[in-house]
């Protein structure tokens, strides 16, 4: 569970979509009112679609990497698909899909394979975390504190601190920090904190939910000569 969720997060900085809309002024609201807006948001998402900016920050060498791109969703029965294209500063493929973690790398022509496992629901739901997943989920799983509200890009939010009640989920962030659209119920903005002291934060922009998003989007477009790897871990 470790070492598959390193690999997820290094790779997906969580998943924090909204809709491009207007966003009117809400009233003020409560932990519970929050959560409720994110069940809401929850029983009727299908697909989602945007660009991405995630930066990742090490401590250790106190510096930041940066990869852009667009990343697809789309709910399968109870299942969740995810497609990130990176496009900057290298090409790269990652599809989550049927329980495995695939990361394709054109300019090597292999492909790396991640299985969750018996992990299989929790790597699905921190997929889901502030977008697709409910807030009863959420409470199932993290401790979540309500830290008041900010404004995100001009969007009224809430902001809230989560602690994973797993002891393996917490081995490989020890905190995280949702900033819920108060217009939509979902994640605009989100951080994840590592216990050696790095992080991570995605930031989305021409954002589509739902979105007309094809079967082929969830596909890898592998050639003969791509090789598919294993790593043990």
């Keep these: 569970m470790e070492f598959f969720g390193r690999i997820l997060g290094t790779l997906l900085f969580g998943s924090l979509l909204c809709p491009l809309a207007h966003h ?88 790396m394979v991640f299985s969750a496992g018996s992990n299989r629901n929790e790597m699905e739901s921190y997929l889901v975390l502030g ?26 939010t809430a902001k809230l601190q989560l602690i994973p009640k797993s002891e393996k989920v917490h081995n490989y962030f020890s905190k995280a920090i949702l900033w819920i659209d108060l217009s939509r119920g979902i994640s605009v903005q989100q951080q994840f904190f590592e216990p050696q002291g790095d992080r991570r934060t995605a930031k989305y922009s021409a954002i589509r ?3 007309k998003i094809g ?6 477009k592998t050639s003969k000569k791509t090789q598919f790897v294993a790593p043990r871990g």
């Design 24 to 111: 009117p002024q809400p009233e003020a609201c409560t932990l519970q009112c929050v959560l409720k807006k994110m069940d809401d948001s929850a029983a009727t998402f299908r697909t989602a679609q945007a660009d991405f900016q995630w930066d990742a920050y090490q401590r250790v060498v106190d510096e930041t990497d940066t990869q852009k791109g667009t990343v697809y969703y789309r709910r399968a029965g109870n299942d969740m698909e995810m497609m990130a294209e990176i496009k900057e500063p290298d090409v790269k493929f990652v599809l989550y899909k049927e329980g495995k973690l695939q990361v394709y790398q054109p300019k090597i022509e292999q492909v």
């Design 131 to 156: 977008f697709g997943g409910s807030g009863e989920d959420l409470k199932k799983t993290y401790d979540v504190t309500y830290l008041g509200e900010e404004k995100i890009d001009n969007i009224a």
């Design 209 to 211: 939910v739902p979105a």
């Design 215 to 220: 079967n082929d989007v969830f596909q890898l």
